[in-house]
């Protein structure tokens, strides 16, 4: 599977999905009340830990270029995990991921405030079916604490994907992630220190398992999009939702109710129709790492917009 063709590319974002959602089912283990910061910072500083044997790509004579968008993006990046955390633990395993899904939307949304991009009708149309299936999904008579997090982790992985652009272009991927995780880490030790909870091994599994699989997705996409175009595979990338089903009524017993089918519908099939109208309009090309929600390593969790023929990454 070299990702050198159209369908070895989209089989490794089936199987990249699938690693994302594992990462997933080790946060949603952790024991009721498991301590958050403990797990963000050990998470992160696990996750820099496997990063080291690759840090002959870090351009050492400017390692600290474009500090300030990257020690922004970093602690997004660690409130999106903290968030996370709390949606995965207290929302059903596909409920929380459809939130999720409301990623690449909040990125068009918010790429018409921040770049006065101009979206067409199917955009626009997506952004007002996204947040209807979202409150289909999450319901105004359930909304709590766990359905206010999974949004805001939504949110965290589309301002860290608008701010992709922002950082310096001459950076690898591996610059950006080992910055990243190096950034995230005096906040969420002061997080994890503040919190006071005694030391838990087994949090140091979970940890270990949740940053391996989701690094393991953001290889799986490097490889994919290196050398297929991006509009070709990306509809690849919703098969999370359907692993997130499949895991989620296997192993925790969730069954999906109508209302989730439903919402999912109508956040999925809007993206999916922009993909296509985008794949039409665009001639067919190579190009290296697109950039966008998902293919921004940098995220804890990464998701693709279908708007852009450039998206991490992950909370």
Known sequence: MSGKTVNSAIL????????????????????????????????????????????????????????????????????????????????????ANAVFYAAPILVMALSVFLFREKLTPLSVTAVFSGFAGIVLILRPVEFNWAAVAALAAAFALAINAVLVRQLPKQQSTVHKLFLNYLLILPAAGALAWWEGAPWDSGMLISAMGSALFILGYNITVLLAYRQVDANQVTSAEYTGLIWAVGIGWIWFGEVPDLWFLAGSLLIVVPLLLTGLQHRRKEPAGRFNQPVSVGNDPANPRPWRTAQRKNKPAIL
């Open 12 to 95: 490794l974002l089936i199987i990249g999905n699938a690693m994302a959602l594992i990462s997933d089912v080790f946060i949603k283990l952790l024991e009721p009340g498991a301590p958050v910061f403990q797990f963000a910072f050990l998470r992160s500083l696990i996750t820099l830990a496997f990063l080291l044997p690759l840090a002959g790509q870090l351009d050492r004579k400017n390692l600290f270029a474009g500090l300030q968008i990257h020690a922004f993006r970093a602690h997004i990046h660690l409130a999106g995990i903290l968030c996370m955390v709390i949606a995965l633990g207290n929302l059903p395993l596909a409920t």
